[in-house]
């Protein structure tokens, strides 16, 4: 059995920053993609970003420049640096891996930016 365990949320003020991570524990082989979506409450989940096997990196655009997705292949973990956060950021912030046809998320963690 598969298990995402997110920690790093929290509350911070706007400007600041909050790092993400994300572990895979269980049996999970061939890790593709591993990303960071969030959905803000009355709104859908969307995309924050995601890594490649390679690192290759993709953003949202409402993050470029502020946000950066890292990933350890060793230890089967990605993480998201969140500088300059603004209030608009705030959600509950998913990690996501796909794996051989099988997408995995975790249960989500939350993240509040005050103005």
């Known amino acids: 059995q598969v298990q995402l365990v997110e920690s790093g949320g929290g509350l911070v003020q706007a400007g600041g920053s909050l790092r993400l991570s994300c572990a895979a524990s269980?049996?999970?082989?061939?890790?593709?993609?591993m990303g960071w979506y969030r959905q803000a409450p009355g709104k859908q989940r969307e995309l924050v970003a995601f890594?490649?096997?390679?690192?290759?990196?993709n953003y949202a655009d409402s993050v470029k420049g502020r946000f950066t997705i890292s990933r350890d292949n060793a230890k089967n973990t990605v993480s998201l640096q969140m500088n300059s956060l603004k209030p608009e950021d705030t959600a509950v912030y998913y990690c996501?891996?796909?794996?051989?046809?099988?997408?995995?998320w975790g249960q989500g963690t939350q993240v509040t930016v005050s103005s």
């Open positions: 269980g049996t999970i082989f061939s890790i593709n993609l």
């Open positions: 890594i490649t096997g390679d690192s290759t990196t």
């Open positions: 996501n891996v796909f794996a051989r046809g099988i997408t995995y």
